[in-house]
């Protein structure tokens, strides 16, 4: 545990484990309704061995305080990779090493395998967020000199805190996403009332051709998930990532069965049975006006069911429930035939070697232009009628 004084008489203190904060005061002071951030989702991680030293997410995680009053809270983790970020920093790595220094480790601020924009520093009533970033940042720029850590991280934050932060100094980073606005629709088909005929008809086909393979979905919240129904979706989960890439996945067993399974209505599961028996299933968690689309997992594949799973039953949910917003995950260009729009999301980085910083700001910048540019076309591509 370090702690680093401040002018302010604000001290910044770092956590090597989130058993080190009662659950309740970090929920207090953190947006639980932004289910990442609550204590039971983060701690879950680390108690399940998802992000421990070993798997290079080791917890530093910030509590600001005055006195014995803790006033805000922040996930932070040095890492020693760059793996389960969807920030992607490789060439970055590569030109430390060329220029013969270590980019190992970093600090990164961030959901860990979870790329949705949401809070990450929280403050308590009465602490203004601007002047809570700036002696947060202090303390980790203190940090990283007494530690000899190359960078600090911010991932996905919102566009005001991005903003921020830009004027601070660090360098701000853009990219894209694909996501689901709720436009006051009513039902599916009002919602494909405003694709033109051509889209229109191949999502209708799409779901039609899941019906015809003799599929049947079901769509369970919070304890209507059983432990049949989570072993049943980790080993889907486990499958897939070992097609995809050679590994059972960043998450284990322990971490549905136990931290998953304990965000109660927080968690929506997708199932799809053939002849009564589950063979793919996707799991969401959900705030009160977003879904969020998280993990995927057949035991054999169907055409069109990643669609329907992933993104038909997300959007129906969310017309059901009256959520405003779906973020199906990060990627993915063929979410925009179905009427997921362009979006800008955000990263903040802090690098301590003046040169190296340099060409991070100038790559940045260069950057910038690239996204904005690429939103325009994929705008252009939405399938909805003009007008």
């Given at each position: 545990?370090v702690t680093?004084?401040?002018k302010t008489?604000?001290?910044?203190?770092f956590?090597?484990?989130?058993?080190?904060?009662p659950?309740?005061?970090?929920?207090?002071?953190?947006?639980?309704?932004?289910p990442?951030?609550?204590h039971e989702?983060?701690?879950?991680?680390?108690?399940?061995?998802?992000?421990?030293?070993?798997t290079?997410w080791?917890?530093?995680?910030?509590?600001?305080r005055r006195?014995?009053?803790?006033?805000?809270?922040m996930?932070?983790?040095?890492?020693?990779?760059?793996?389960?970020?969807?920030?992607?920093?490789?060439?970055?790595?590569?030109?430390w090493?060329?220029?013969?220094?270590r980019y190992?480790p970093?600090?990164?601020t961030a959901i860990?395998f979870?790329?949705?924009?949401?809070?990450?520093?929280?403050?308590?009533?009465?602490?203004?967020?601007?002047r809570?970033?700036?002696?947060?940042?202090?303390?980790?720029?203190q940090l990283?000199e007494?530690?000899?850590?190359?960078?600090?991280?911010?991932?996905?934050?919102?566009k005001?805190?991005?903003?921020?932060?830009?004027r601070e100094?660090?360098?701000?980073?853009?990219?894209?996403?694909f996501?689901?606005?709720?436009?006051?629709?009513?039902?599916?088909?009002d919602f494909l009332?405003a694709?033109n005929?051509?889209?229109?008809?191949?999502?209708n086909?799409?779901?039609?051709?899941?019906?015809?393979?003799?599929?049947?979905?079901r769509?369970?919240?919070?304890?209507?998930?059983?432990?049949?129904?989570?072993?049943?979706?980790?080993?889907?989960?486990?499958l897939?990532?070992?097609k995809?890439?050679?590994h059972?996945?960043y998450?284990n067993?322990?971490?549905?069965m136990?931290?998953a399974?304990?965000?109660?209505?927080?968690v929506?599961?997708?199932?799809?049975?053939?002849?009564?028996q589950a063979?793919a299933?996707a799991?969401?968690f959900r705030?009160?006006?977003?879904?969020?689309?998280?993990?995927?997992?057949?035991?054999?594949e169907?055409?069109?069911l990643?669609?329907?799973?992933c993104?038909?039953?997300?959007?129906?949910?969310c017309i059901?429930?009256?959520?405003?917003?779906?973020?199906p995950?990060?990627?993915?260009?063929?979410?925009?035939?179905?009427?997921?729009?362009?979006v800008e999301?955000?990263?903040?980085?802090?690098?301590s070697?003046?040169?190296?910083?340099a060409a991070?700001?100038?790559?940045?910048?260069?950057?910038?232009?690239?996204?904005?540019?690429y939103?325009?076309?994929a705008?252009?591509?939405l399938?909805?009628?003009?007008?």
């Open positions: 545990m680093t004084t401040e008489e604000c001290s910044v203190e956590l090597t484990s989130l058993n080190q904060i659950a309740a005061l970090w929920n207090d002071i953190a947006d639980v309704d932004y990442f951030l609550r989702f983060l701690y879950g991680l680390e108690k399940t061995g998802c992000t421990t030293e070993e290079g080791q917890p530093c995680h910030v509590v600001l006195g014995e009053t803790r006033l805000a809270v996930p932070l983790y040095l890492k020693s990779h760059s793996y389960g970020e969807y920030v992607f920093d490789w060439s970055w790595s590569d030109a090493q060329r220029s013969g220094l190992y970093k600090l990164v860990p979870t790329p949705a924009t949401g809070p990450r520093l929280c403050t308590a009533p009465g602490l203004d967020a601007t809570g970033y700036r002696v947060v940042l202090q303390g980790i720029i990283a007494q530690r000899d850590i190359s960078s600090w991280h911010l991932l996905f934050p919102g005001a805190v991005a903003k921020q932060l830009l100094g660090l360098h701000r980073r853009t990219a894209t996403q996501h689901w606005f709720n436009d006051g629709y009513s039902s599916f088909d009332a694709f005929s051509r889209k229109r008809k191949s999502i086909r799409e779901r039609k051709r899941v019906q015809e393979q003799g599929l049947k979905l769509t369970l919240t919070g304890a209507d998930i059983g432990e049949q129904e989570w072993e049943q979706f980790y080993r889907f989960y486990q897939t990532y070992a995809r890439s050679g059972g996945g998450l067993r322990s971490f549905f136990e931290t399974a304990g965000m109660g209505n927080q929506v599961m997708v199932l799809a049975y053939l002849d009564q063979v299933g799991l969401y705030s009160s006006d977003t879904l969020y689309g998280r993990y995927w997992g057949c035991e054999r169907f055409d069109c990643h669609f329907e799973a993104y038909y039953q997300g959007i129906e949910y059901e429930h009256k959520l405003a917003r779906f973020d995950g990060a990627q993915g260009e063929h979410k925009i035939q179905r009427g997921f729009r362009p999301t955000y990263s903040n980085h802090w690098i070697d003046p040169q190296l910083s991070v700001g100038d790559f940045t910048r260069r950057e910038e232009h690239h996204t904005e540019a939103i325009r076309r705008a252009s591509l399938p909805f009628r003009e007008g």
